[in-house]
């Protein structure tokens, strides 16, 4: 995981990186981003078209493609490397809508409790991330 900015309260946001880090947020949080950041992670891959040359280089960028294009989850750690949230932000290079989701533990509405956090976040990449927009599950 690579850190993305602090949260208050000693909580930071944490950018996932990886299928494993993936599997382990769906483990500790109880929900399906692992699944989402496959489908997401492989759409990605495919869309990379390689520079001309030598057969060895045909993944030079593949790596930063994929960065670049996949939605940016993450995960919002307490100070003792707890799940607390997990966000599916726009790709970097995404140029029109995108459907934001941020979720707590079991797929819970985390703003009850992580409203200051997800406002950092939102402030770090410039997002509005309001709750009516972005917590996909309306419990009444």
């Keep these: 995981m690579k850190f993305v900015c602090d949260a208050p309260d000693g909580k930071a946001w944490f950018r996932i990186e990886s299928e494993a880090e993936a599997v382990r947020e769906s483990e500790a949080m109880h929900h399906a981003v692992e699944r989402y950041f496959r489908e997401e992670w492989q759409k990605a891959a495919e869309s990379y078209r390689p520079p001309p040359g030598a057969l060895f280089e045909q993944e030079i960028g593949l790596k930063a493609h994929i960065q670049r294009t996949m939605p940016r ?53 410039g997002l509005t991330l309001d709750r009516s927009r972005c917590y996909p599950y309306r419990r009444v």
Excluded: Q
Excluded at 85 to 103: K, N, Q, S, W
């Design 73 to 125: 989850f993450l995960t919002l750690r307490d100070s003792e490397g707890n799940g607390l949230a997990t966000a599916m932000l726009p790709p970097e290079d995404c140029t029109g809508d995108f459907r934001i989701i941020i979720v707590g533990p079991s797929n819970a509405d985390p703003y009850a409790t992580e409203s200051e956090a997800i406002r950092a976040l939102g402030e770090h990449f």
